[in-house]
């Protein structure tokens, strides 16, 4: 059954906000059924503060600071990169438990152009001290993080998607704890990925599995601090490894996992699927980047089956 990820995001916000009165939800004028159903039962614990997102950061550390467990809920590039200086030194400088829901991740709002595309987000929010980065793959991934991230009390961004996705994971197997979880295995190549970006790989897989080519994927659904020993657990014994994410190029998965086999001195057949750094103007819908920089689905089986036959001419 296919899940929104706000939806998911508020079910599990609306579970922390009703056992515990200290829980503040804060928004910069951006609306949700499930945010508006939670001020419905809840009105003190909710806090509008307009479009004024660096103030909803300074405002949120402050209430942290005096005892409340905060969510601040807008769109991800508005939330992030526009609050830098305040996150850095009002939210992580202080350690204090501020949650980021951060809605529209990568190119959610592709249409909308450059102010709405959040594909830096990742890299920029890793240079933060104390910040977690989450980036959950389906609802029940979602609700399951905010409630580790209430318990956490810790600085921590959870980037959310605009569309709604079938359920990769079960609930009651799975607490998200670990960092990352391998979803499947097999023996021809190991893909690590997160996100939307996961349904794309599964998709692949099963055509390639037609093929006799057998993936290993790998959900890195906490990218900051990353889990490197099972990471690298994981992708042990692989005969290539291939990154694929809807971010830019620097700061994402594939820096991660490029830096941590130099530093292991792991010699293996390596390639990195992602964005561009470039601006993207006008209709840059999200169908027509993927098409674009090799993230849909036929040029990434493309890839995959590949690095997964021919690994050492890549």
């Not at 470039?278 to 849909?296: I, N, V």
């Amino acid at each position: 059954m296919m899940r929104d990820f706000r939806d998911a995001v508020f079910d599990g916000v609306l579970e922390v906000v009703a056992q515990d009165p200290r829980v503040m939800v804060l928004t910069n004028d951006m609306g949700a059924m499930g945010l508006s159903q939670i001020q419905e039962s809840f009105p003190k614990q909710v806090l509008n503060v307009g479009i004024s997102e660096q103030n909803m950061m300074s405002v949120a550390a402050g209430l942290a600071l005096s005892g409340s467990m905060v969510f601040a809920y807008g769109i991800a590039s508005h939330i992030t990169s526009r609050c830098y200086e305040q996150l850095k030194l009002d939210v992580c400088a202080l350690n204090v438990p501020v949650v980021i829901l951060g809605m529209g991740s990568g190119l959610s709002y592709g249409i909308d152009g450059p102010t709405h595309h959040s594909t830096h987000d990742c890299a920029l929010l890793q240079t933060l001290p104390e910040m977690t980065i989450y980036i959950p793959a389906d609802g029940v991934a979602t609700k399951a993080i905010v409630a580790r991230a209430y318990r956490e009390r810790t600085p921590a961004y959870i980037r959310i998607d605009k569309d709604p996705y079938e359920p990769i994971y079960t609930a009651e197997i799975h607490d998200f704890s670990l960092g990352n979880s391998t979803v499947q295995e097999g023996e021809s190549l190991c893909v690590v990925t997160n996100g939307i970006m996961l349904h794309r790989v599964r998709e692949v897989a099963t055509e390639l599995l037609r093929e006799g080519i057998e993936l290993t994927i790998i959900d890195l659904y906490r990218l900051n601090p990353c889990n490197e020993s099972l990471l690298l657990e994981a992708c042990h014994g692989a005969q290539a490894i291939v990154t694929v994410e809807e971010h830019g190029r620097f700061g994402g998965i594939g820096n991660l996992v490029g830096r941590l086999l130099s530093e292991q001195g792991i010699r293996i057949p390596f390639k990195g699927i992602s964005l561009s750094d470039e601006t993207m103007f006008g209709a840059a819908s999200r169908s027509w980047a993927h098409a674009k920089y090799g993230l849909d689905k036929e040029n990434l089986k493309n890839e995959l089956r590949q690095m997964a036959l021919f690994p050492m001419t890549v």
